[in-house]
């Protein structure tokens, strides 16, 4: 029978969450995520428990490894919208149409309003290829060095590593090689504007 940090982390581990992720969603910082499951707190709140298995669609008896079973609940996925696609590249008119649908972990779908990209263009591989679909999580801003979605101009959408600095931020491609970084001022941000519009979680790849 597992204990409480032995199932929270395999949970964490299946559903391809971080520390981080859990922490945001429980308001809470990141060692105490370390800390619950390396079994240094042994006794988690009540209201601590019943997040995690709403957040998990598990029993909180699953989570405190009292159910009898080892086995790992079925969770019910969540569709989400493909809304067109973005561009890798220079960025391009928005898409809003629905062309299809991806379906993510209910784990995953309690962070925040998630939806999908269909990706064009070269700039972000080898990571990130044409035809790949990214999942974002809608947010108006990232921390330096995550991957956003950045809308330029109010209606031009491109998928880039952000780096932020104290006179702007630099939007970046992988293939440098290729796209050269594109560095937009604190007053360029705000006239264009330059606005994140989601941070990309997952990367699904064609085959």
Same mark, same amino acid.
């Given at each position: ?73 079925? &969770?019910?996925? *969540? ?6 696609? !973005?561009?890798? /590249?220079?960025?391009?008119? @928005? #898409? ?42 809608? &947010?108006?801003? *990232? ?6 979605? !950045?809308?330029? /101009?109010?209606?031009?959408? @491109? #998928? ?48």
């Amino acid at each position: 029978m597992m204990e409480f940090g032995e199932c929270l982390r395999r949970l964490r581990l299946q559903n391809n969450m971080t520390l981080d992720d859990i922490a945001k969603y429980l308001g809470v910082q990141r060692p105490a995520i370390y800390k619950y499951e390396h079994g240094l707190i042994k006794n988690p709140r009540r209201s601590t428990i019943l997040k995690l298995a709403k957040m998990f669609n598990v029993s909180p008896a699953y989570l405190l490894g009292i159910d009898g079973s080892n086995a790992t609940p079925t &969770q019910t996925a *969540v569709k989400i919208p493909v809304l067109g696609t !973005v561009v890798a /590249g220079i960025p391009m008119e @928005t #898409v809003e149409n629905i062309i299809g649908y991806e379906e993510v972990a209910q784990a995953m779908a309690a962070q925040g309003e998630l939806f999908a990209l269909r990706v064009e263009e070269h700039s972000m591989e080898p990571r990130i290829c044409e035809g790949d679909v990214v999942i974002v999580r809608k &947010q108006p801003d *990232v921390e330096s060095g995550d991957i956003a979605i !950045v809308l330029v /101009g109010g209606s031009r959408a @491109t #998928v880039k590593r952000v780096k932020k600095t104290e006179d702007g931020i630099t939007l970046i491609a992988n293939n440098v090689d290729v796209y050269a970084p594109h560095f937009y001022t604190n007053r360029e941000i705000r006239e264009l504007p330059v606005q994140v519009i989601g941070k990309v979680v997952e990367l699904r790849g064609k085959l």
